[in-house]
């Protein structure tokens, strides 16, 4: 099988491209911009295998895509290129609206034309699957949880745009017949996550004595889910779900916050030791405006349909991250010297 994968040099993508690599019969082509979130590093352990290859282009060039296309002729696509940080997204959308909703236009259009000149076996069974997240749905009270049929209702300029990026795919689909899958998705964390985000930023900030920001009060409450259980997940949609349907994707794992930062504090005061417990370094910082108060993905679907059970807990992926970023310092170290070094994103000024 030849998948092509786009976005496979990010924290999700290329979780996945060592995922398919490992399986050796598949043959990888990594389409990706490298934009400051793509980290060809996060690919160090794959990128001289036979069945991996790379191609550095932006979905939204057509003639970039095309040829991709022609060249390494996919069984299937999967889309995880793009603009992922809600935060970025408030102080700026231009890159969002580019990349997640006319980037995934440009691609669902290369990728039809070459759907539709593949000989009719190929045709039935060439797959695209359109990876987005569960922030559509927009937020939940403290109780519910988002299922495959919930209204959309996203409240960030990032997740408007993934919002409209699922609409196109979905009309892919029902208009031209394009064997679309779409997936929504909660809260990823593990190793080679971008240090800006919540639970990688708190680990190097505990690690290096800084102060740990937590928006708000602490109480947002996310439904997180190890990002090698989520490549996994994609894996077993592109290979057996159904095309034009939605399948949600989640751990079982919904925690505030404040929990969250706690328990990255207790795991580090456990395996490293400090002279204080780094609960104390926990500050609690102006909440993001627009903040969505609660996610919570039913996973049922995905689950009784297609057999997919997430390995790992909260607690058991949490232990693995910290001692991943333990282990690992040459991976973050350049990124936390360079071009992120834990600033405060997305403010609206007033
Ligand atoms: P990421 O920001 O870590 O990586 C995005 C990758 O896309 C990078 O390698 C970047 O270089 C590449 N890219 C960006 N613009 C591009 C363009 N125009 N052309 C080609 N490549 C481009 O993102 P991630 O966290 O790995 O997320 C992957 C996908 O999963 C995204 O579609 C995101 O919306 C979705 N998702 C993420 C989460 C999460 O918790 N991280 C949760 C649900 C869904």
Known sequence: MRVLVTGGAGFIGSALVRLLVGEGDVEVLNFDKLTYAGNPNSLRSIANKPNYQFVQGDIADRGAVDAALAVFRPNAIMHLAAESHV??????????????IVGTYTLL??????????????????RFLHVSTD?????????????ETTRYDPSSPYSASKAASDHLARAWMRTYGLPVLISNCSNNYGPY??????????????????????????????????VEDHARALWTIVRTGRPGETYNVGGHSERSNLTVVE????????????????????????????HDQRYAIDAGKLEAELGWQPLETFETGIRRT???????????????????????????AS
């Open 87 to 100: 935060d970025r997204s408030i102080a700026g959308a231009d890159d969002f609206i580019n990349t997640n």
């Open 109 to 126: 259009e290369a990728a039809r034309a070459y759907w539709r000149a593949l000989g009719e076996a190929e045709r039935e069974a060439f």
């Open 135 to 147: 922030e559509v749905y927009g937020s939940l009270g403290s109780e519910g949880l988002f299922t």
């Open 193 to 226: 996550h971008f240090p800006e985000k919540l639970i990688p930023l708190v680990i190097l900030n505990a690690l290096e004595g800084k102060s740990l920001p937590v928006y708000g009060d602490g109480s947002n409450v996310r439904d997180w889910l190890f």
């Open 263 to 290: 328990t990255i504090c207790d795991v580090l005061d456990g395996v490293v030791g400090g002279s204080s417990p780094r609960r104390e370094l926990i500050t609690f910082v102006t909440d993001r405006p627009g």
């Open 322 to 348: 910290v001692q991943w970023y333990l282990d690992n310092d040459w991976w973050w170290r350049p990124i936390r010297s360079g071009v992120y070094k834990g600033e405060r994103l997305g403010l609206v």
